[in-house]
């Protein structure tokens, strides 16, 4: 048995998870358009470009992705992509880049818990938590 994230975007999942790749060095190993469907004949000329499934690696994790109608999409709302990070400035970076054109929900500080943390929701809709870990005792 497995379980995977699957995020839904409204129309920008391949921006998406190119922006994570070369960002957050993840690797694409699927991308796939409704043009490429077995029946694409059937698909709106306008939605043959939309992403019909994609897959992304990110820190050893798959996560899929597609695009939505946008009547249907709404940006994710209390679940997060959970991202630890080896240093404080790699959060730093990270949070530097997710929150361009995103909106915060708790700036990058240090906590009791972490040298680094911070909640957002990123330009595509998606929500992170960003977490430098402090070693617990």
Request: aromatic share 12%.
């Amino acid at each position: 048995m497995r379980l995977y994230t699957y995020l839904n975007y409204g129309g920008n999942c391949r921006q998406a998870f190119e922006f994570y790749e070369h960002h957050l060095g993840g690797k694409i190993t699927m991308l796939q358009t409704h043009a490429e469907a077995p029946d694409a004949q059937n698909v709106p000329a306008d939605w043959r470009d939309a992403d019909l499934h994609a897959r992304i690696v990110i820190g050893g994790t798959t996560v899929f992705g597609a695009d939505v109608p946008p009547d249907r999409f709404q940006p994710m709302r209390s679940a997060y992509l959970s991202l630890l990070v080896d240093s404080s400035e790699e959060a730093d970076r990270i949070y530097a880049l997710l929150i361009e054109g995103g909106q915060i929900f708790m700036k990058m500080e240090e906590t009791f818990f972490a040298h680094r943390f911070a909640m957002l929701r990123d330009r595509f809709g998606t929500s992170w938590m960003l977490l430098h870990e402090r070693a617990m005792q």
